[in-house]
């Protein structure tokens, strides 16, 4: 793992990928990409605090999943989020 790679420039093409991929959450989602960005960066500001996390490689998916014996629908949010380092802080 390059810690320098956290600083390198991204090019258009892994912009534009990214922006697919949160566009295409957010319709699944029923809701839009900047609420999903949003979700995204408080997810990250929070855990943040409690340890070090590659942020370029975080996935978040929202889905719909039906409920046992009803047809209801409820959405629910899946986080992928790499660790690179939980630090000994004391808190424990």
């Known amino acids: 793992m390059n810690l320098f ?15 697919l991929k949160l566009l295409l959450v957010a319709d699944k989602a029923d809701c839009s990409p900047e609420v999903m960005q949003m979700i995204k ?16 490689r975080i996935e978040i998916q929202m889905t719909k999943v039906k409920q046992p014996d009803c047809d209801i629908y409820t959405p629910v949010l899946y986080a992928n989020i790499p660790i690179r380092d939980i630090p000994d802080k004391g808190i424990y």
């Open 5 to 19: 790679s956290v600083f390198r420039k991204k090019n258009s093409g892994d912009i534009a990928h990214r922006r």
């Open 41 to 56: 960066d408080d997810m990250i500001r929070v855990i943040s605090r409690y340890m070090n996390i590659d942020t370029d």
